[in-house]
């Protein structure tokens, strides 16, 4: 396997302090090991081992599974990573981001192209009024959805993240942190992407701005949260994947678009690894590093940026989409998707975490009690419910929990259901 090496930069933007609070980083670092279903990274077989990964380490947080749709395996890495990071952050009740933004979908590609992270400084209008943005990169990764568990759950100390040497150090969870940001923005806009540097090697990038806005009118969605939730709520799950890389990460903040400033470059050559591959960092300014191996540096975030590269196949090129206006949301009633479950059967609580499309005005929950193995559970009776219900001194038995979101007409759809015992 590949050695990894990731940085993490983390600038003093409004809204990563709380974020950090909101949602914690894991008690200790959760190592990838890459499945063996990766040697073919392309593969249904792959991705599903790679989604099993990320739900390993969701249960070792207290997290339910990811709650995918039944396409996910052929959706465009860009989507893909979209839905993780906003099932992530609703599960810790930050705001979601709106969608995905063509033109940092190409600060992002364009990120790739030169094993950097995006600096989506020149797409923001003059005047935006931004709280701040948050940059990831990783290469070397088989495919998307390992890069993301390098991000989110093997960052901290003991993982390949050469701003965390040592427990303390400030990069330490840095990617993650990034993903997680913005908790005091009104709006969050994305662009992700996934493709091959000049060497043929596979990266992925994200980018994440975060306006005061109420509304990211300032770009066009080509792929909405309203979607991912529609096509959240017709399916089951099914995944994508990535193997075993680097990754680094820059943040930025803005105002009046002007682009703050991240982390210095790391410079100097990388070591070997146990397998011969390179791990080290690349020259942080121009944002290059030697030709084998995975290795990583970072540049600031206005100038410069990480690179490295692994041995791995290259992913196909996400699917071209035309751009929709960011108002856009599904037509009907909203659709209502459990973002996060969480059963405690030793203190007889259970809570949940919402989400729904835009058109969703509130949310209406029912919990039902079956009597008996085989007794048939009573219909669901509906109250009012906010996106996060909490239902404690649950007597010993197995339960139902209903939730549907309703329009401002008090219209819903078919209710999302999550199925639990407590003793």
Known sequence: MLSAALLAAVACLSGAASASAAAPNPASNLPLVTPPACSAPVSTACENAAVSELDSAHATLGLA??????????????????????????????????????????????????????????????????????????????????????????DGPGSPNLDCASAGDSGCWGHRQDILAGSAADAMVMGAAAGADPYGEPGYALTIVGTAAA??????????????????????????????????????????????????????????????????????????????????????????????????????????????????????????????????????????????????????????????????APDPRYGACGAVSVYRHLATGSYTFYARAVDSAGSARKPARRSFSIG
């Not at 969605?221 to 979607?227: E, F, G, S």
């Not at 405690?344 to 499309?357: D, G, R």
């Open 65 to 154: 599974a990811y709650t995918l749709p039944a396409d996910f395996d052929s959706l465009a890495a860009a989507d893909q990573l979209l839905i993780l990071s906003n099932l992530d952050r609703i599960a810790y009740r930050l705001p979601p981001i709106s969608g995905l933004s063509p033109a940092l979908d190409n600060a992002a590609q364009v990120a790739v192209a030169k094993d950097t992270d995006p600096d989506p400084g020149a797409d923001l209008p003059a005047g935006l009024n931004s709280v701040g943005w948050w940059s990831n990169w990783a290469g070397g990764y088989a495919n998307a959805l390992l890069a993301y568990y390098g991000w989110m759950y093997d």
């Open 215 to 376: 509304s990211p009118s300032w770009t066009t969605l080509n792929y909405t949260w309203a979607q991912a939730l529609a096509d959240i709520g017709g399916s089951g799950s099914s995944g994508t994947a990535a193997g075993s890389g680097s990754a680094a990460s820059a943040s930025g903040s803005t105002g009046s678009g002007a682009t703050g400033v991240g982390g210095s470059g790391a410079g100097g050559t990388g070591a070997s690894g146990p397998t011969g591959a390179v791990s080290g960092s690349g020259a942080g300014a121009s944002g290059s590093s030697g030709q084998a191996g995975p290795s990583s540096g970072r540049g600031s975030a206005g100038s410069g940026g990480s690179s490295g590269r692994g041995g791995s196949p290259t992913p196909t090129a996400p699917a071209t989409r035309t751009p929709t206006p960011a108002s856009v949301a599904t037509s009907g009633a909203p659709i209502t998707v459990i973002a996060s479950t969480h059963v405690n059967a030793t203190t007889h609580v259970a809570s949940f975490v919402l989400a729904a499309s835009g058109a969703a005005s509130g949310f209406q929950c029912a919990l039902v009690r079956r009597s008996g193995d085989t007794a048939r």
